[in-house]
């Protein structure tokens, strides 16, 4: 073989997101005790949660048939139809959304979503022209970087950067700069936001989905953390479904994300189009996660255990890992965290940073902490000299307070070094 195709450059030959999570994955099976991972997305081990899977296994384990079913069958290329109704009638009841088993499409994961919805929408289109997808507000989610299997289609926008006290801060989307134009094919946002824990409030998603509806195009809202699974969401704020949205959900961050499910709520011709990408790419997803939670889903103890659980949880370390960093980061050194409203992650902006973020992670790793550069999160752009993108690192909370405590007195000691050689 001389050569991939042109499909095949692009999506063959490495990316962002692949050097990330290989760099994680084998720090993670290398690094030993001496590694304070706090790189990934990756969830925490809650031993009440890992707790009610067990006993969901077992039923499956226990009931006649129920095991077969999920291991032996394949599914409808949407997904499993008792699944998707107990999705409909939890949407119904706990949300009053007017969600129909026609709006939902279950896929790989939630990944496995986006590169479908992008590439659906975005791209060639019959007449001639290139449509793109709108981030209205970056950093986000590096995860939707290079899914694109033709020409780059991301236009995104910088935020306007709101200081809050001394040390912390707030983006907010810039309505002044943004442009919505004919080769638009959707606006999306991750809400809370992957990496900056940010939630968009309810008001500028009001902005945006009038802004969707009055050029006839969706609003892409990436649910991953949000209400009512997993529920990390701390923020005053509203989780919000409307009948020309598209909400994207996954049971990854609740503490599945081996079963690689992903849920998709949106009009019946985008859901049904997920189906038919799910035949062609896959058949049909895995039944695993789909079986297990079908019936907590049903009964409400998902949501429950979301709600008193997950949330609390994630909360209580978010709180913490500000803590150290209040008490560890010298004061005059100017440094600000995002507010954090939800998701996994610390942000943080160095303003001034003498190093790039890309350095600081070089710095950080030759002493066994591993964070991500910001830099990897503000894709899209037009203005690549904008300083900030490279002033900012993402870090992860999830893992166990001593690691966390101690990666964070590690970070505060080379920034001060960094910033006192300048
Ligand atoms: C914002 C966001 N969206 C989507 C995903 C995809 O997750 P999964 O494919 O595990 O559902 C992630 C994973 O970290 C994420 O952070």
Request: aromatic fraction near 10%; charged fraction near 20%; charge should be negative.
């Amino acid at each position: 073989m001389k050569r991939f195709s042109k499909f095949g450059e692009k999506l063959c030959g490495g990316s962002g997101i692949e050097e990330l999570m290989d760099d994680l994955g084998h720090a993670l099976a290398q690094g030993g005790d001496h590694m304070h991972m706090l790189g990934g997305g990756q969830p925490s081990m809650i031993p009440e949660v890992n707790t009610i899977f067990r006993e969901a296994l077992d039923g499956v384990m226990s009931s006649e048939g129920a095991l077969e079913a999920m291991l032996g069958k394949y599914d409808p290329p949407r997904g499993n139809p008792r699944f998707i109704e107990a999705l409909t009638v939890m949407f119904r009841e706990q949300l009053d959304w007017d969600v129909k088993k026609e709006n939902i499409a279950i896929t790989s994961g939630g990944q496995t979503a986006f590169f479908f919805l992008f590439n659906a929408l975005a791209g060639l289109h019959h007449d001639g022209t290139r449509k793109k997808i709108v981030l209205p507000l970056v950093p986000e989610y590096i995860g939707y970087a290079n899914q694109s299997v033709g020409e780059d289609m991301f236009v995104a926008f910088p935020p306007k950067i709101e200081k809050i006290g001394d040390h912390q801060f707030k983006y907010r989307i810039d309505f002044d700069r943004l442009v919505i134009d004919e080769d638009v094919a959707a606006i999306c946002v991750s809400r809370p936001t992957n990496p900056t824990g940010n939630v968009i409030t309810d008001n500028e998603i009001a902005k945006l989905l009038a802004i969707a509806k009055s050029h006839d195009i969706p609003l892409i809202i990436d649910n991953a953390y949000g209400a009512p699974f997993p529920n990390i969401f701390f923020a005053d704020a509203e989780p919000l479904w409307d009948s020309s949205m598209i909400l994207t959900m996954s049971l990854s961050k609740v503490g599945l994300p081996g079963t690689r499910t992903g849920i998709v709520v949106a009009p019946p011709k985008i859901a049904s189009a997920m189906a038919s990408m799910n035949a062609i790419v896959g058949l049909a997803n895995s039944n695993v996660g789909q079986v297990l939670t079908e019936p907590l889903i049903r009964s409400g103890k998902l949501m429950e255990l979301s709600k008193h659980v997950v949330k609390p949880f994630y909360l209580a370390k978010s709180l913490r890992a500000q803590e150290w960093v209040k008490a560890y980061f010298p004061d005059d050194i100017p440094y600000r965290v995002h507010l954090s409203e939800g998701a996994l992650f610390l942000w943080i902006w160095f303003e001034g940073l003498p190093i790039s973020s890309k350095a600081l992670y070089e710095r950080l790793k030759q002493r066994n902490v591993l964070v991500v550069s910001g830099a990897y999160f503000f894709f899209g752009l037009d203005d690549t000299d904008w300083k900030h993108q490279h002033e900012c690192i993402r870090m992860t909370y999830t893992m166990d307070a001593e690691i966390v405590e101690s990666g964070v007195q590690i970070i505060a000691d080379e920034i001060a070094a960094i910033y006192r050689n300048a």
